[in-house]
């Protein structure tokens, strides 16, 4: 079955710092990649949509200069989260579907990635 | 706007034990709806999903159906084992392919 992939699966970072977290979907092709963001103990959060070769779009309440998302081919998308600070912490996870029509794909989701920001 | 609300959790039961799991949405349209599943440690998983209405979606011994009177999607079954506790998510996919899960439920299954 298709396979999404996410580097780096735990990371810990110093606050004012940035990190970057890939996505990749293994066999197949993605137009749309999302990140979502999980809370301890609560339901995932969209945060954004991932376009190939166009730019994100952002949910309400999410600062795009903050997260910033680049879908530069059809396997690999990356979430860059700037001066990053402690309430940052949290799991982030993605997910991607094989090109086609929109809403006739599954959405693969990524193994997700453990932020900590000391 | 759209949403999912499944029951509050944690749930304990014992192994073999009847299993039900409330999900009900609100919708503009006829969003698909989905049970995924999150093992410990592991990420998301798609457990079963139902496009239309009175569509049965079933795996791993687990079925749900889609309900449109009710709005419902409720998860169940007959017959659990220690290895089913995770934490359930009921989910909708929208008109623009989002995903909007609900805020999901902790399974427990003593042996």
């Known amino acids: 079955g298709a396979v999404v992939s996410q580097h780096p699966s735990r990371v810990i970072c110093k606050s004012g710092t940035s990190v970057k977290i890939e996505c990749r979907s293994l066999?197949?092709?993605?137009?749309?990649m999302f990140w979502y963001r999980q809370f301890p103990k609560q339901s995932l959060m969209l945060m954004a949509t991932?376009?190939?070769?166009?730019?994100?779009?952002?949910e309400q309440g999410v600062e795009k200069d903050k997260f910033l998302i680049n879908h530069a081919s059809l396997t690999l998308s990356t979430l860059t989260v700037t001066s990053a600070h402690p309430e940052d912490s949290s799991f982030y996870i993605c997910?991607?579907?094989?090109?086609?029509?929109?809403?006739?794909?599954?959405?693969?989701f990524g193994p997700g990635t453990r932020l900590t920001v000391t | 706007g759209d949403s999912v609300t499944q029951m509050e959790g944690p749930v304990t039961l014992s192994e073999e034990a009847f299993l039900t799991i409330n999900c009900t949405y609100t919708?503009?349209?006829?969003?698909?709806l989905f049970w995924y599943v999150q093992y410990p440690g592991e990420g998301l998983q798609l457990l079963l999903k139902?496009?239309?209405?009175?569509d049965k979606g079933s795996n791993k011994g687990f079925e749900a159906t889609y309900r449109k009177e009710t709005t419902s999607f409720h998860l169940e079954k007959g017959s659990v084992q220690v290895s089913d506790s995770a934490v359930y998510f009921c989910?909708?996919?929208?008109?623009?392919?989002?995903?909007?899960f609900g805020k999901g439920t902790r399974l427990h299954i003593l042996p």
């Open positions: 997910s991607a579907g094989p090109r086609g029509v929109p809403g006739k794909y599954e959405q693969y």
């Open positions: 066999d197949f092709q993605a137009t749309t």
């Open positions: 991932s376009n190939e070769g166009s730019k994100a779009t952002y």
């Open positions: 919708a503009t349209g006829y969003p698909s």
């Open positions: 139902a496009t239309k209405a009175d």
């Open positions: 989910a909708q996919r929208d008109r623009d392919d989002k995903i909007i």
